[in-house]
């Protein structure tokens, strides 16, 4: 079955990377996720990874996939207060499969 | 602007009172879907709708009802809502059921 499993928090300094993980079990998973979600808000598409790629990088983001050990990370580089969100990492084979998110928290 | 929207952003109702949250996306996607989110359990599906007229159970479904009669519309409906049916709702629209676009959310209390 599908299951994805991410840490609940993760509390950084402002200036610092953030890096949240997340493993999944369904290895036939074509594109993985990752969305923001803001307080009070809906999800955000942050940035996605096709199955065949080890890396992504958009500014800011870097996607790592390890596909061996079914597992997908999320780098932030310099840190922000504006970072401050829950982050859910997603699996898509048939429909999109959420972790229960991670709270990022980003200290002054 | 291409978009999600979903109505009522909040509503307030109670047991029994039968209720719909409508959810309409102008990006023309053939894939719509609804997730309810709660604290500690992320978000779970309820139903997806493939295209018009067609639409299927997601991982929660018991308790909800969908219809899909026009591409930009899949509203939720609640016949006899129940307490533990409060929750944040959302509503997702894409191309093939890959990368979805997220609707505001429709935050639901039943008493």
């Known amino acids: 079955g599908e299951d994805v499993e991410q840490s609940l928090f993760l509390s950084v300094r402002e200036g610092d990377s953030s890096v949240i993980n997340c493993t999944y079990t369904d290895s036939s998973s074509t594109y993985l996720y990752w969305y923001k979600q803001e307080p009070g808000a809906g999800l955000q598409l942050l940035t996605y990874i096709f199955s065949n790629m080890d890396m992504k990088q958009d500014q800011r983001l870097t996607v790592l996939l390890n596909k061996k050990d079914k597992h997908l990370s999320l780098r932030i580089a310099d840190t922000q207060t504006g970072d401050s969100a829950i982050y859910f990492c997603?699996?898509?084979?048939?429909?999109?499969?959420f972790g229960k998110g991670t709270k990022l928290s980003v200290i002054p | 602007e291409a978009q999600v929207t979903q109505n009522p952003r909040y509503l307030i109702t109670v047991t029994g009172k039968k209720l719909t949250v409508t959810c309409s996306q102008n990006m023309n996607h053939e894939y719509m879907s609804w997730y309810r989110q709660d604290p500690g359990l992320g978000l779970r599906q309820i139903y997806y709708?493939?295209?018009?007229?067609?639409?299927d159970k997601g991982d929660v479904p018991e308790g909800y009802k969908v219809s899909r009669k026009e591409k930009r519309n899949f509203p939720l409906i609640l016949e006899s809502p129940s307490p533990n049916q409060t929750s944040l709702y959302f509503c997702a629209s894409s191309w093939g059921g890959a990368t979805q676009y997220f609707g505001p959310g429709t935050r639901l209390t039943v008493l």
């Open positions: 997603a699996e898509s084979i048939r429909q999109l499969t």
């Open positions: 709708s493939m295209n018009v007229e067609v639409t």
